[in-house]
């Protein structure tokens, strides 16, 4: 099953120009069976959205994204009381700090973090190596060159799941990258079983970044 594993939605996401509307319409259009629903440190949306999308069949993924010194970290969980402790903007988690039931991907980190400002540079891995669970090799706003080659030499060394998603903050930018899981995702713990098993593979549908259209994260 294909799973766009990054996505941002208005008002959680002020940088978002996604309505809940949008967002429903958009994936019973496109008949969109699972999505992930990670806006910075703030689960309101998924709460709001659960329950409307699974009225129209589409299975909502749990996810925060956080910007910290290492970079963005998505972290997926599906108990959103422990995704509302986190904030937009804050330390990384320490190493043996996130449940059993919870993964975290590193995103685009090529590109740093969005929000905290933090620079990649090599060595960072390091740091990152005791808390995530994946790379997003393919980002719907981070799709040159440079920014690939990063995250699939990161990837490759230390030896984590590779994932895909769109970043979208507008609806026509929605499965612009996205993640393919071997067998059906019907919730947030199917998606964390196949990051920790290694099960994944990313896509991309286009070829060029968007960053320089929204200058978002």
């Known amino acids: 099953m294909n799973v766009d594993l990054h996505t941002h939605t208005y008002p959680s996401s002020t940088c978002s120009q996604i309505s809940y509307r949008d967002y ?3 994936c019973v259009t496109h008949e969109v069976e699972a999505i992930a629903l990670t806006n910075h440190g703030d689960v309101s949306d998924n709460r709001h959205l659960e329950a409307a999308l699974a009225a129209e069949g589409v299975v909502l993924i749990h996810g925060v994204e956080v910007s910290t010194m290492i970079g963005d ?3 997926f969980s599906p108990d959103l009381d ?8 804050q330390e990384a988690p320490q190493p043996g700090s996130v449940p059993a039931d919870a993964a975290v991907v590193w995103v685009h980190p090529g590109a740093g973090g969005g929000r905290s400002g933090s620079p990649y540079y090599p060595g960072l891995e390091r740091l990152a190596a005791p808390i995530v669970d ?3 090799v393919f980002n719907g706003s981070w799709l040159d060159a440079r920014c690939v080659r990063a995250a699939e030499q990161i990837a490759d060394q230390l030896g984590l799941a590779r994932t895909g998603g769109s970043d979208a903050h507008a609806p026509d ?3 612009a990258c996205y993640t393919e899981f071997p067998g059906a ?6 998606v ?14 286009k070829t060029t970044s968007r960053r320089r259209r929204f200058g978002l994260f």
């Open 185 to 190: 995702v019907r919730s947030t713990a199917d």
């Open 173 to 175: 930018d929605l499965m």
């Open 73 to 75: 970290l998505v972290v």
């Open 134 to 136: 994946g790379v997003e």
């Open 82 to 89: 422990y995704l509302s402790g986190f904030r937009d903007i």
């Open 192 to 205: 964390v079983e196949g990051l920790k098993a290694r099960t994944t593979i990313p896509w991309r549908t």
């Open 24 to 26: 429903i319409a958009w």
